[in-house]
């Protein structure tokens, strides 16, 4: 063509024979094959009439190749896809519109400078894209309401279990992208949202006669499956951006619409499988709702509100126990400790649930403590749900347990111990019998090992804070103290001979404000035991001469040898016990009101030594008259016909009646100094506050140790108003102000 001046018809003509070459290429024509030379001369032609100064044909060309294009999909594109249906046609869409890019590529590639230079100039869409947009005006916008049809109908077939091809489904899927040019909206538009909403349909379908005829086991095995298939569908043809949404919709179809339905089965509904054990059942029920929005929530319910039925059922079965036993006394005691145990074995069950099927997820550990909550501060015969645990924990810790456990089952019962604990809102009062049953441990040598002591203690205090076991601690110490000074009386006897006390003694000191207090009469010792008592104060002056010595007798205990006619046998008695027989060392018979003189107690007193002598299982003293109770006028004579086939026996005091009663209003006194000590510190910190956040800081402060009554709270505002700790503002009387 040489570099004359090049005529836009002859130009043209030259254009249009290379043009139709590739169109022959593209139909597979055999030896249709550009050559460098034809190549570079079709693109030399386009150079010189883009570049010639007059004329210059650029803007003839770049018509010329849409119209081109144009007139190819006319005439072959949408003819050859028109002529076939279904399946096939969509295999001719996606044949054609390969072809098409291609073609695009190589025009692109042929009028590369009129693109360079013209296109970029005049600011038009480049030839690539003006290609593509040729594609999805004449032929896309034409067939893809067709092609979306079919593609929908293929997924449905392919979800009723025929098999398709799906990657003639993956090219037309990306198809429907591509022609988007960067945009996603024909894709949305034109095929995900019909595929959406036919898939929801298909589900919707499904899940309804699911919800029929299956039970709830085999309805979540068909939802799993179907999940399961369409994240593999989504993998293999969607677009990435469709996974999320394809699943949610159809999760929505078989889980949201029917969710109460489903966990609401009476015979395998999510309560019936919690009550069968049905663990891989829960799991996929678990792994089915997790990802919704609130999904769990029901589950939760259904799992808090079984869970709180089991446990209140637990403490029904121990009320009715503690009924036909006449309370938690004596041999029902037993009832407690079977609660108890049955409650932490309940615990292991449920918390294995959480952990495992419900994969330690924080909704189910809310629902279960929430649960726990219900039925673990419930009382049982008139105790408290503190007092049972605490005595459940001392049945663990003294020596001859009634559980026979190993030194790693004790640890592990008392670590489930403490995370019982975390459920009780009176944590205080169970501080306060954990104490009074740790003193009688340690004073009357029933702990089982101090190992286990110091691990509950140091447990404890990791649960609840220093505070929750300070006096405790003290106990412990002042009972590590009280062994080197039992040591150093025993040097002070050994170098002191002209002091002789005559029987072994053994004192234990104890620091006031650690120890629970205990009752202290001015009982009339025996010259015996006076002897031991002078030679022990002789010695604690040398150690300690500030200090002064309170003798707590109800606390001592003594080892009597009894000359019984059958036998002599060893008793270990009460010191009160102890100098009430020494009684008899002088005579065979008292009157209640001899005993009562030489005794120096009170009647009260005196009655429960004298039914423990001679009412109780072991009658050291027979009781004239012969009844089951002791009055005033009651005689009484030496049993020395009294034997048992023991040579060592204990002779227990019947337990203080109101002793429980003490525990709860010493606890109570205490909480009002506790709310007192919290409302001025917030208040010292805070300096004004509105009353409903003093309250709530209040609470939140104090719930460590106990949740503290709102009603209780506001007397001690106003009793703390009154004392002029704090003050009302005058303007507002909802706030406070701290009086400094």
């Not at 673990?376 to 049972?388: D, F, I, W």
Request: proline letters at 2%.
């Amino acid at each position: 063509m040489g570099s004359k001046v090049i005529e836009f018809n002859e130009g043209w003509d030259y254009l249009q024979r290379g043009i139709t070459k590739l169109k022959k290429i593209l139909d597979g024509t055999p030896d249709a094959q550009f050559s460098s030379e034809e190549y570079m001369m079709i693109y030399t032609t386009i150079y010189n009439m883009s570049t010639q100064i007059s004329p210059n044909y650029s803007q003839q060309l770049y018509e010329k190749y849409g119209e081109a294009l144009k007139e190819y999909i006319k005439s072959t594109v949408l003819p050859s896809i028109a002529e076939k249906h279904g399946e096939f046609m969509l295999r001719e869409l996606v044949k054609r519109w390969a072809n098409h890019k291609v073609m695009v590529t190589w025009l692109s590639r042929f009028f590369n400078y009129l693109d360079r230079w013209f296109v970029s100039s005049k600011s038009l869409p480049r030839l690539s894209e003006a290609g593509l947009v040729c594609f999805r005006e004449h032929v896309y916008q034409e067939v893809n309401s067709n092609a979306v049809a079919c593609v929908i109908d293929l997924i449905d077939k392919e979800r009723e279990g025929s098999q398709i091809d799906r990657a003639l489904l993956k090219n037309v899927v990306d198809m429907f992208v591509e022609v988007g040019m960067g945009q996603m909206e024909a894709y949305e538009m034109d095929f995900e949202a019909e595929m959406l909403a036919d898939s929801g349909e298909h589900y919707s379908r499904k899940a309804a006669s699911w919800i029929l005829e299956d039970s709830c086991p085999d309805y979540m095995v068909k939802a799993e499956e179907c999940l399961r298939m369409e994240k593999e569908r989504a993998s293999h043809y969607l677009h990435s951006s469709s996974e999320q949404k394809l699943i949610e919709k159809v999760q929505h179809e078989l889980l949201v619409v029917h969710a109460h339905q489903l966990l609401d089965k009476e015979h395998s509904g999510c309560r019936a499988l919690i009550r069968g054990d049905k663990v891989e059942d829960l799991s996929r029920m678990f792994r089915l709702y997790h990802n919704l929005p609130k999904g769990l929530e029901p589950v939760a319910n259904v799992f808090k509100q079984h869970v709180a039925d089991e446990g209140k059922a637990l403490v029904q079965q121990a009320e009715d126990a503690a009924s036909n036993q006449q309370g938690l006394n004596g041999a029902g005691a037993e009832v407690g400790l079977v609660l108890v145990r049955k409650i932490l074995e309940l615990h292991d069950k449920y918390m294995g649930y959480v952990n495992g099927c419900f994969m330690n997820h924080s909704v189910f550990h809310k629902a279960l403590k929430e649960a726990f909550e219900v039925f673990c501060n419930k009382s049982v015969a008139g105790s408290s749900s503190a007092e049972l645990l605490a005595g459940f924990s001392d049945n663990i810790l003294k020596k001859g347990s009634s559980e026979k456990l190993s030194d790693e089952a004790i640890e592990e019962t008392l670590e489930k111990v403490i995370t019982l604990l975390a459920y009780y809102s009176d944590r205080d009062l169970y501080a306060e019998f954990c104490r009074k049953k740790l003193a009688r441990r340690l004073l009357f040598d029933r702990s089982g090992n101090q190992d286990h002591e110091n691990s509950f203690l140091t447990k404890l205090k990791q649960q609840c804070g220093g505070q929750f076991t300070s006096k405790m601690q003290a106990m412990v110490t002042d009972m590590t103290l009280t062994k080197d000074m039992q040591t150093n009386f025993e040097q002070y006897l050994g170098s002191n001979p002209n002091i002789k006390p005559g029987i072994d003694l053994s004192v234990v000191v104890l620091k006031t404000g650690c120890w629970p207090s205990y009752k202290s009469s001015d009982l009339n010792l025996p010259e015996e035991i006076v002897k031991c008592v002078e030679a022990f104060k002789g010695f604690y002056d040398t150690q300690a001469k500030r200090r002064k010595l309170s003798w707590i007798y109800s606390l001592g205990t003594c080892n009597l040898v009894g000359k019984f006619e059958p036998k002599p046998m060893e008793l270990v008695v009460s010191t009160y016990q102890a100098a009430l027989l020494l009684l008899f060392n002088d005579t065979d018979r008292l009157s209640f009101s001899e005993i009562s003189t030489q005794l120096n107690l009170t009647n009260e007193d005196l009655v429960r030594l004298l039914h423990s002598l001679s009412c109780a299982k072991y009658k050291i003293l027979i009781k004239e008259p012969n009844t089951k109770t002791v009055q005033a006028d009651d005689n009484f004579v030496f049993n020395y016909k009294f034997t048992d086939k023991m040579r060592k026996i204990r002779i227990p005091l019947p337990p203080i009646v109101d002793e429980k009663k003490k525990v709860t209003e010493d606890v109570e006194k205490e909480r009002k100094y506790a709310i007192d000590a919290a409302l001025v510190r917030i208040m010292k910190s805070r300096k004004v506050l509105s009353h409903q956040k003093l309250v709530m800081e209040c609470v939140e402060m104090l719930q460590r140790m106990f949740k503290p009554d709102i009603k209780a709270i506001k007397k001690r505002i106003e009793d703390l108003i009154t004392r002029d700790y704090l003050e009302r503002d005058k303007e507002d009387s909802n706030m406070f102000k701290y009086v400094a």
